[in-house]
């Protein structure tokens, strides 16, 4: 299925080449060109048809990248964003606005060629979960902003709190209205606490009725404990963690367990009760992606091996053992200068997060490297 895509960069020469690639790559069918974000968040609330990627200049006049992506969210939540930027240093922030990928300026079409293949498996899993008869038409997303979705369609939740009841009973499943009250109602007196959990519940149950979800999903009081029911719901949090289970996980495996993975576990949610598990299921993806950046750098696929070293930085930039593998690879490839650069980016920035310097191993196996 072809995907439609739309850029948006103000500098029209930067623009128009983007768009020149796109039109070659698999699989985009239609894209369109804008140079002020504004235009494009206009374009895609007034037309009938999802855009389904969207890739962003950072820097621009008025609204830019960062800020756009932010909209999307709310205005098209489940559009895809690629971030496209001169400046490497933005791609942190990228990632914590669960952006699919960046790209850094000039666009290189090999790099571009494994962005897209990452979003077209992400979207045949999504299209799978939606439509297969075992899912019985109704998925809870739990890796990036919590959605549900049922035969009817999205969920709209009443409130923030209801939606957040739903996640909560998720990784809970069973639970006492007492530790409900403390858990996500902490600041409030515990009458008042009480009082919001039944309310809660109330809207929960309302908002699952309304998109025919109550028969899948249900919330009963069984025995003065509040129990979630699930009948063929399907998860991607439950898929994720189950690829880890696996014995024995080919790169293929990884790469779709990975495409699930569209941000932290229910993002946007603050509360203290989501944060030990979010921080495991954050290792999990860790421990997978450094699996697959083994498993490309076994086969000599050295580009793919960096290009996954690089993700995983981004994500952990303290990381001494990763940084080292990024200045590896790019060794292997050649890339001396380009090691070097990185070395002391990642040196002077372990300096000023940890007001410390890299242990005495990594110095030295970094100065063999790059002599």
């Excluded at 895809?80 to 990228?94: G, I, N």
């Excluded at 939606?130 to 998925?139: G, K, L, N």
């Excluded at 249900?218 to 998860?235: E, F, I, N, W």
Aim: net charge negative.
């Amino acid at each position: 299925m072809k995907c439609r895509a739309i850029v948006v960069d103000d500098e029209r020469p930067a623009l128009e080449e983007l768009m020149e690639l796109l039109d070659a790559a698999e699989p985009i069918g239609r894209v369109d060109g804008f140079t002020r974000a504004q235009e494009a968040l206009d374009y895609m609330a007034e037309t009938e048809t999802n855009v389904d990627i969207v890739f962003l200049d950072i820097q621009m006049p008025g609204v830019n990248g960062l800020q756009m992506a932010e909209k999307l969210t709310q205005l098209s939540p489940d559009t895809d964003v690629v971030f496209v930027t001169a400046y490497e240093q933005y791609a942190l922030t990228a990632f914590e606005l669960s952006a699919v990928d960046y790209l850094l300026k000039p666009v290189d079409p090999q790099r571009l060629s494994r962005t897209l293949e990452r979003i077209r498996k992400r979207r045949k899993l999504q299209v799978t979960a939606v439509d297969s008869p075992e899912v019985h038409h109704a998925e809870i997303r739990c890796l990036g902003p919590l959605r549900l979705t049922g035969q009817s369609g999205k969920v709209k939740w009443k409130t923030a709190k209801a939606a957040e009841m739903l996640a909560y009973l998720y990784l809970n499943r069973e639970v006492s209205p007492d530790r409900l009250a403390h858990d996500l109602f902490p600041h409030l007196e515990y009458e008042n606490a009480r009082t919001y959990v039944h309310t809660c519940i109330y809207q929960l149950r309302k908002s699952l009725a309304q998109v025919s979800l109550s028969e899948r999903i249900s919330v009963v009081l069984d025995h003065k404990m509040y129990c979630l029911r699930l009948d063929g719901v399907a998860s991607d949090l439950q898929r994720f963690e189950s690829t880890g289970g696996m014995a024995e996980i080919s790169k293929e495996e990884i790469l779709e367990a990975l495409a699930l993975y569209e941000g932290e576990l229910f993002e946007g949610i603050d509360s203290l009760w989501v944060m030990a598990r979010r921080e495991s299921v954050g290792r999990h993806y860790m421990r997978m992606a450094v699996k697959l950046m083994d498993l490309y750098a076994a086969e000599g696929s050295a580009a793919e091996a960096l290009d996954q070293a690089r993700r995983l930085n981004l994500r952990d930039p303290l990381d001494e053992d990763i940084g080292l593998r990024v200045i590896e690879y790019y060794v292997l490839l050649g890339q001396k200068q380009q090691a070097k650069d990185f070395f002391k980016q990642f040196q002077d920035h372990y300096r000023q997060e940890l007001d410390s310097e890299l242990s005495p191993s990594t110095l030295v196996r970094c100065h063999k490297l790059l002599d």
